[in-house]
T-cell receptor, first 111, second 114 residues
């Protein structure tokens, strides 16, 4: 919520283009990964998740890729729309009950 | 609607005062989490409950912080003797009814300590 992300990494894309947001995670024991979207004044909202036994998962206009070798996660958004403008967080879970969030990336969509 | 209601949405207080935030999830049959989010950062885990039991607390939760979930339904987060460094957004989240790890967040309670 609030005005998060003033010092966040920023990605600016043209409306209609594809967006790729990257995330590096540190815990090799993490086996569940989630992408959240946070719009101004709101709490984070679930977008898509992936378990460590998969390397790709697709949703509606979104795809998550997982590379466990280099501990890298990416979120691809197809045909980016102005409503996609937000801060995006990757999050990880090691099979317990605690979800740990990364620092986030702010996505700007230019009309 | 994420099924998580938080209040107050905004709280401005003077340093040294106590504040309490409340979280009402749609169902008591799930886990409930508290996170803190400061400007430019991702949410930081504070604590979580399974029913009324507080099962884990972050070291971020100093002895000035206390959280409760009486009867396993709503939860409160109290901060005593607030400090300027406590200024942040306090987010509450619930899990779903299935066995996924997805968290459903409320819109948060923003605290400003003057």
């Amino acid at each position: 919520g609030e005005s998060v992300g003033l010092h966040l990494p920023t990605l600016s894309v043209q409306e209609g283009d594809n967006s790729i947001i990257n995330c590096a995670y540190s815990n090799s024991a993490s086996d569940y990964f989630i992408w959240y979207k946070q719009e101004s004044g709101k709490g984070p909202q679930f977008i898509i998740d992936i378990r460590s036994n998969m390397d790709k998962r697709q949703g509606q206009r979104v795809t998550v890729l997982l590379n466990k070798t280099v501990k890298h996660l990416s979120l691809q958004i197809a045909a980016t729309q102005p409503g996609d403008s937000a801060v995006y967080f990757c999050a990880e879970n090691d099979g317990g009950f605690k979800t740990i969030f990364g620092a986030g990336t702010r996505l700007f969509v230019k009309a | 609607d994420t099924g998580v209601s938080q209040n107050p949405r905004h709280k401005i207080t003077k340093r040294g005062q106590n504040v309490t935030f409340r979280c009402d999830p749609i169902s008591e049959h799930n886990r409930l989490y508290w996170y803190r989010q400061t400007l430019g950062q991702g949410p930081e885990f504070l604590t979580y409950f399974q029913n009324e039991a507080q099962l884990e607390k972050s070291r971020l939760l100093s002895d000035r912080f206390s959280a409760e979930r009486p009867k396993g339904s709503f939860s409160t987060l109290e901060i005593q003797r607030t400090e300027q460094g406590d200024s942040a957004m306090y987010l509450c989240a619930r899990t779903g009814t299935g066995n996924t790890g997805e968290l459903f967040f409320g819109e948060g309670s923003r605290l400003t300590v003057l």
